[in-house]
């Protein structure tokens, strides 16, 4: 398998559903719990919605969230031990489904914003998401993507291209970190641009005791 | 006069027109030659405007670039000095405007592309240029504003703030740089909603050697 593709993405998941499990249900992550996690709550509350979609909504814990806030969520994960585990421990609705099944797999459905939380980190995967959004999205609908910032998430070049992984900062339970795919700035406009989408607002989550930026968040809709 | 404002950067400009003259007419400015003039110029020209305003025109290059492709460019800046170098030395047409005086100064008037090429380095006076542009900008015109990347630009906290300038890798007879104001992309993204428009696209001009970007480009309109 190429170590650089957005099959081994789902691979390195399947092989790290355990304690990633435990990592949320424990609140293990530090920028998740305090920053992240709020942000996008907000970010969708804020907008009185009534359907929502969670794109890679792994264990489901913001789908959870949402349907206890009496918010209509459906949750939808390519990796089945994820949506097994969401059906059994988590409020909400759940559907196995992979990115490239999306529009196929939730025809006549509409969404009043769809959110994609650090869920978008392949190539291929990333447009075939991109490219199902206008479908799948009412026509005042609201696309939100949260996700690694550019500025501070480049290590190398800033190109577009493949990037080794690191579980930096959880447990020794995890193994075989899953690759992602830099985009740079115009390169997340473009995707937008180019699906027939518009984006609008950039919001960038921050510690606000240190001032670190924790996360871009990408906010757009339909083409006007 | 507070070392930290929108005066001094008139203040600065000032005792800067003879040797800013020369670096642009002598082609001195390494990233401008290569890469952000010509950027910009496509951005406008691909967009077919029939009317550009071009704010912070400085000496004119733009304008007269514009002039000489047959479209009708107005270049306005708060300058005089750089006001009558223009009117004496280069195509097009020229007014003596603060950032302030914007709205009623070109009151009536309607552009289809407004541009803001380097010159948005202040606090209040950008501000006061993006509550102008409403109504400057035809309904379906463009505002973009070519910057300084945030992700490049900045040497302290990721927080809005004033910074020190610097004419590194000009000539020796550059003195005393005017400060500018530093904001965050979201900051950026802020202000076009708050101003009732939107902002629709990134484009990050770059060195196609270097891969080095080189600039910002914030592609906005009328909020639809």
Known sequence: ??????????????????????AITNNEIESRNGITDKAILM??????PTKILDIGCGEGWFVEALTKKGIEALGI?????????????????????????????LKGKLFDVIICNFSLIGEKSVNQVFESIPSLLNKKGTFIIQTLHPLFANEQTYVDGWRKGSW?????????PAPWYFRTLSSWSNLFNANNLQLSSIFE???????????IMLIGGHNK
């Open 77 to 105: 994960d390519a990796i089945e031990q994820f949506i097994n585990y969401a059906k059994n421990n988590r409020k909400g609705k759940y559907q196995l489904l992979s990115y490239e099944q999306l529009s196929e797999g």
């Open 43 to 48: 970010e969708v509350i804020n907008r009185k």
């Open 168 to 176: 930096k900062g959880l447990s020794k339970e995890f193994m075989d």
């Open 1 to 22: 398998m190429n170590p650089f593709s957005d099959e081994k993405i789902v691979d390195s998941w399947s092989k790290n559903i355990t304690p990633w499990i435990k």
């Open 205 to 215: 989550p921050k510690n606000e005791t240190t001032n670190q930026v924790a996360s």
